[in-house]
């Protein structure tokens, strides 16, 4: 089996990563990064727990090979925060009751947050279709719909 | 038809600091940084990995098993087998607790010996340096099957020569309601209405897969670090694996959901085994399709309802049958059977009432506990009838329902004294309501649809179970809170509901308290998350030991205010006299004041449920459960009649819930709890064909995403009669069981045929329609009755 | 875990076509990932070598040429779904990728690995087939070009031979009285497989008569299929109320649905003929 040294951004940090080619990015995460906030819920695409930004598009770490971001950036839930200081997504999905076991938060923070980069004022349709690859069997979606909205609305 | 809410009875609630708002909870801040670490985010140095060789068969002798090339793979640290580990079960019971003799053999054995009775049983454990070599070793255990005849249906394994799953029948259990007359009920009966229902099994989807790491230490103690909603499980690993029980220490993660699947033992006794073998730490997690293969499912039920009306709607007699699907093992099958038993004429006052229950044990999946307990199958199949009777009588839903609802004094099917606030129409209203007038439909192939459902569900365990629960309540000397509680949190906020009730007690705000759960060790124990009972159970056990803080501290103040302990109070961190606020001291130097003194500060409760006695079995009555929590939920439904697709465009959850302690998060589980009991109706089914799983991962057992469910608004009612802290109920399985009658009755509703199965598959909704054009009645048959109550 | 394998990640698609062909066939080209992944991890592929192309440019770009329009067989979903060039000319295309799946998939997942995969429940193929795509194929042997309609063969099983990598789909740009529409049912809102879907396409003169039209079911039968005799059934016709129901009748009797765990033979069949009178008759309102 191949192994690889990858070089990639995490979070704002330059990483220099050895890698087997069957190593998923998730597993890079967890296991060689101690990235444990990016949560395995399935490890087949379905339920978006492992949500991240691939240069800034999200996507199940599970599904890539942690050498095909070799040279890339990757963004995970750890690196929403800024200096102490909660994320606007962040901060709704605590004010507004969006979380609750938390296992899918991470994932939904990540999805969130693309959506809002990409289309600060959606709908309450495009939050939704925007999340549905994000699964929660807590909540029922409606705080975290509301998050995104009042989200939305702070970013200004 | 336009509802209008009925007015509340006047019920005046203190006004309080912290209880009743809706704060920040506690665990929020960890969970939305990633930093709050769940039991699948741990490793230890010098780590094994586990891997569970399981059963592809459902029913099959074992005629050979061979892990010698398994042992033998270099990496492989420990390979356990039956023959390693002499009559290791599964005990799930609870000594002095269940009141019922449980079936020899019929608990599972933690790995299967001779014979298998369901796919995904477990067989061998494997451990090794890493979790590619475990995975290599599963594909060199040699195992021959020799397969025996199975039975996949309970109905099925009741019949005279089914094979048996486990001697000397297939009966799990029964139970029997025997109340009033029911023949002279039916026989003043106008008419009779005779419907039979089914649910499927269906999976607890929680987003976190079952974890757990375990070690042993210097002590030989074994650790599990684990995500599981019952600590106390360490008695029934310590007898599976052959220790005592001060020698298993289970340290609770937060869980990411339970829902009653991380109810049972999950990875524990494996965990601990080979922790105990290898003498290592070993790790233990579960992929999805492991997940779904090997934990327990909610019980499939046939019901059947046969109610004598008058021409009113009061119901004059009912009888109803109805059938569980136990699975491979027992479990919880007895229990989750009883709470359907108790739980299925509803919230209606019934005097004339005959239940008779019975769960077959199959070679199907186990089935055990899954929020709403039984209860919820049973208010799919009620709520359900009780539209059939309005349909028969001409009658609105609501009407037919208000002529029957129970009343605070009214005895329910076990002839119980209902005690607390009964606010069932100001529910039922109040969902209605709030659904409003129906949306147009957008064209003449989609049918609008609107339909509710009300219930009853008890809150605390069965009260001859003698339920208990501890908690330590302290002060430290800069006035900061600890509580020390064994209560696992699932993630609807148990924690965070302690934290603001010893927040209230003692006059300081949330964030000065800080909670330590969750550990059978280290916190006094607190019982299960379950059976809706933290808030009741150690909420009460919080409340208790924290009043005895700040009774101790009150007195010490009054020394020193030279004021009655009654005329001070307690907030902002600040005690302080109530006349003259002016008058006040930090509580750090009430705290110091108190420790020069050896005054305690802090205090261990106790709280005891009421501790019953078993009932007669020949007719269950008298006192099952503390209290009941009541409510209603409502929903609008568009069902394309050419596809036969359901789009939910509606959706109302209205409870009283006795006091909202943090009513963000009663709203959470409110519409959390509904969104399972759509899915419940809509799409949910794990299929299993002869004993197989064709719904194997989250690519086909699907659970409702965000474009699938509509806003679910949440009404609270506060009666403030309810035996938890504060007046409050519980509402964690109450907020489910409304919602899937709802949605059925809803699309009833919408094509004026019932579909008597659950889920309501597109398909299903073709073959209704198709039915009701053929002028035939769905599972359905009213008759007019003769006067001595004969069917005419 | 994911079983073993090499990777390898070349830099053109030459370099691609040398390492697929020196290693077929046990090598197989690496996409979005989205499928194979969870292939190996289930271990239903094990192949010793994984060629990467997700990044090669050769396999990226959406453009126009002589009358068509030329998707690299990279482009993902989400590409798919954002280009101003697949709106203009294939609306249909993003009418399916709008429901592919879920929006991260979709960020990784390609047109030509949806293809490639074969399956009956595919959400491009139905839109693809009514626009008449081909689909490029180039190996060390060249290039060649196959119709969509002779790519598809079976469950899994396609014209795509070893060694060989789909790298663009074409299609000419459809005429100005051309419309077409994609419907999908699941058993849930989105991210479901299909139960079926289908997708239609009509060419009307002005005077509303039928000059072309093209019908394609999904999940109705082993490969996604042409509802032929429904087709030509309406040619030379105006889309009226009845030549619409009659077409639908014939795409119904097409079908070689089975029963799964997502919906019965019966339902598949009698919704086929659903789906097609209302798209039918929704394409036939949007020529005008």
Redesign the interface.
């Known amino acids: 089996m191949s192994r690889h040294t990858i070089s990639v951004t995490v979070n704002g940090s330059a990483e220099y990563v050895d890698v087997p080619s069957n190593m998923t990015l998730l597993q890079m995460l967890r296991e060689k990064l101690a990235l444990t906030g990016t949560k395995n819920g399935c490890e087949a695409g379905e339920c978006g727990a492992c949500t991240v930004l691939l240069d800034g598009e999200p996507v199940n770490a599970c599904m890539v090979l942690a050498v095909e971001v070799d040279g890339r950036e990757v963004t995970t839930v750890e690196g929403l925060a800024h200096d102490g200081q909660l994320d606007v997504v962040q901060q709704a999905f605590v004010e507004e009751g969006g979380v609750q076991c938390g296992f899918c938060t991470p994932g939904m923070l990540i999805s969130a947050h693309s959506l809002l980069d990409r289309n600060p004022h959606p709908t309450e349709e495009e939050i939704r279709q925007a999340l549905v690859g994000n699964l929660c069997r807590c909540t029922g979606y409606t705080r975290i719909v509301r998050a995104v909205q009042k989200a939305a609305r702070g970013r200004v | 038809m336009k509802y209008t809410a009925k007015p509340l009875p006047k019920v005046e609630l203190p006004e309080l600091r912290q209880v009743g708002k809706p704060l920040r909870r506690v665990d929020a801040l960890g969970k939305t940084t990633g930093t709050t670490v769940y039991s699948g985010d741990f490793t230890m140095p010098n780590m094994l990995h586990a891997k569970v060789f399981r059963s592809r068969e459902p029913s099959a002798r074992i005629k050979r098993l061979d892990v010698s090339r398994a042992r033998a793979l270099p990496g492989v640290v420990c390979v356990l087998t039956a023959a390693d580990l002499p009559d290791a079960r599964l005990v799930t019971d609870m000594p002095g607790q269940t009141g019922q003799k449980r079936r020899a053999g019929s608990d599972a054995p933690v790995l299967a010996s001779d014979v298998v009775r369901f796919a995904g049983e477990p067989i061998a454990l494997i451990a090794a340096e890493t979790l590619a070599v475990a995975e290599q070793a599963l594909d060199l255990v040699e195992i021959e099957y020799e397969p025996l005849p199975g039975v996949f249906d309970p109905l099925a394994a009741l019949q005279p020569g089914a094979p048996v799953v486990h001697e000397p029948d297939n009966v799990v259990a029964r139970w029997k309601i025997r109340k009033g007359d029911v023949k002279a009920g039916f026989a003043v009966a106008d008419v009779v209405v005779e419907n039979t229902f089914r649910v499927p099994f269906i999976d607890h989807a929680y987003i976190e897969p079952e974890s757990g790491v375990a070690w042993m230490d210097g002590q030989d103690v074994i650790n599990i670090r684990v995500c599981t909603q019952v600590v106390e499980h360490f008695r029934s690993i310590a007898r599976a694996v052959g220790v005592p029980h001060n020698k298993i220490h289970i340290q609770g993660t937060l869980l990411g959901g339970g829902f009653g699947g991380k109810e049972d033992i999950t990875v524990e006794i494996f965990l601990a085994l080979l922790a105990k073998h290898t003498r290592r730490p070993v790790r233990l997690e579960y992929t999805r399709e492991e997940s779904i293969l090997a934990h327990s499912k909610r019980h499939p039920f046939i019901i059947t309802h046969r109610t004598g009306v008058k021409r009113n709607g009061r119901i004059t007699a009912a009888e109803i049958k109805m059938v569980s699907d136990s699975g491979a093992y027992l479990y919880l099958s007895p229990y989750v059977l009883l709470y359907a038993t108790i739980a299925a004429s509803g919230p209606y006052r019934v005097d004339h009432l005959k239940v008779d229950s019975v769960s077959a044990a199959t070679n199907n999946p186990f089935t055990s506990a899954f929020r709403g307990f039984g209860a919820a199958q049973a208010a799919v199949a009620y709520e359900q009838q009780m539209d059939e009777i309005a349909k028969v009588l001409g009658l609105d839903p609501l009407e037919v329902r208000c002529v029957n609802y129970l009343k605070t004094g009214d005895r329910n099917a076990t002839g119980q004294e209902i005690k607390s606030a009964v606010w069932l129409e100001e529910a039922a209203t109040r969902a209605l309501e709030a659904l409003g007038e129906k949306t147009p439909a957008p064209s003449d192939a989609v049918k609008i649809g609107q339909g509710f459902a009300s219930y009853l569900q008890s809150y605390g365990r069965i009260t001859w179970f003698h339920d208990t629960s501890r908690a330590w309540v302290g002060l430290e000397l800069d006035g900061s809170v600890v509580i020390r509680c064994g209560v696992p949190d699932l993630g609807a906020g148990q924690i965070n509901s302690l934290c603001q009730i010893a927040a209230e007690v003692l006059g300081v705000g949330l964030d000065d308290v800080t909670i330590y759960s969750t550990d059978s060790a280290l916190t006094p124990l607190a019982g299960t998350t379950t059976a809706t009972r933290q808030l009741y159970m150690s909420g009460n056990a919080v409340f208790h030991a924290a009043g005895a803080v700040r009774e101790s501290l009150l007195e010490r103040a009054s020394k020193h205010f030279e004021e009655p302990p009654d005329g001070l109070d307690l907030a902002e961190g600040r005690v302080f006299v109530k006349d003259d606020p002016e008058q006040s001291l930090p509580l750090s130097e009430l705290a110091a004041m108190c420790a020069a003194g050896g005054l305690p500060l802090a205090n261990l409760y106790l709280f005891k449920a009421p501790f019953t006695s078993t009932l007669d079995p020949e007719g269950l009555q008298g006192d099952v459960f503390p209290d009941f929590t009541f409510g209603a939920h409502a929903v609008e439904v568009a069902v394309d009649t050419e596809t036969g697709e359901i789009t939910l465009l509606k959706s109302v959850g209205c409870h009283d819930v006795g006091r909202a302690i943090n009513p963000a998060a009663v709203v959470g589980q409110i519409q959390g709890g509904s969104a399972q009991g759509l899915g419940y109706a809509l799409m949910e089914e794990v299929i299993v064909e002869e004993g197989i799983i064709r719904t194997p991962s989250l690519a086909e057992y699907l659970i409702p995403t965000a474009m699938d469910l509509p806003v679910t608004q949440a009404i609270i009612l506060e009666s403030g009669s309810g035996v938890g802290p504060f007046g409050a109920k519980g509402i964690g399985e109450p907020s489910l069981t409304p919602a899937a009658p709802a949605v059925a009755n809803a699309v009833a509703d919408a094509l004026g045929v019932r579909i008597p199965d659950l889920p309501l598959t597109p398909d299903k909704v073709l073959a209704a329609l198709d039915r009701a054009a053929g002028r035939e009645a769905v599972g359905a048959a009213a008759c007019e009755t003769d006067d001595d109550g004969s069917e005419a | 875990?994911?079983?073993?394998?090499?990777?390898?990640?070349p830099q053109t698609l030459a370099e691609a076509l040398d390492m697929l062909a020196e290693s077929a066939p046990d090598a197989v080209p690496?996409a979005?990932?989205?499928n194979l992944?969870?292939d190996?991890?289930d271990r239903r592929q094990c192949p010793a070598v994984?060629v990467?192309v997700?990044e090669l440019a050769e396999l990226r770009g959406i453009r126009q040429e002589n009358g068509h329009v030329v998707m690299g067989g990279g482009t993902t979903i989400?590409e798919m779904l954002n280009d101003p060039l697949i709106a203009q000319h294939a609306p249909v295309l993003q009418d399916a990728a709008r429901i592919f799946?879920?929006?991260?998939?979709r960020?990784?997942a390609t047109v030509a690995g949806n293809l490639v995969y074969g399956s009956p429940a595919a959400n491009t193929p139905p839109p693809l087939l009514v626009l008449d795509a081909e689909v490029e194929l180039a190996s060390q042997a060249g290039v060649r070009r196959v119709p969509l309609d002779d790519f598809l063969v079976g469950v899994r099983e396609t014209a795509c031979r070893p060694a060989e990598l789909l790298t663009a789909v074409r299609w000419p740009t459809p005429a100005q009285h051309s419309a077409a529409a994609f419907r999908k049912?699941g058993?849930?809102?989105?991210?479901?497989?299909a139960?079926l879907n289908v997708a239609v396409r009509v060419t009307q003169r002005a005077d509303g008569v039928c000059e072309q039209t093209r019908i394609a079911l999904g999940s109705v039968a082993p490969r996604v299929i042409r509802a032929r005799a429904a087709e030509e059934s309406l040619l030379g016709q105006p889309l009226t109320e009845t030549a619409i129901a009659e077409a639908a009748r014939l795409a119904a009797e097409a079908t070689r649905c089975i029963s799964d765990?997502r919906?019965?033979a019966d339902?598949r069949r009698?919704?086929t003929e659903?789906?097609v009178r209302?798209l039918l008759t929704q394409v036939a309102g949007e020529v005008k």
């Open positions: 875990m994911l079983p073993e394998f090499n990777l390898l990640t690496l979005g990932g989205t992944i969870v190996l991890r994984l990467n997700a989400a799946a879920n929006p991260l998939v960020h990784r049912v058993l849930r809102k989105s991210d479901a497989i139960v765990i919906g019965s339902y009698r919704v659903v789906l209302r």
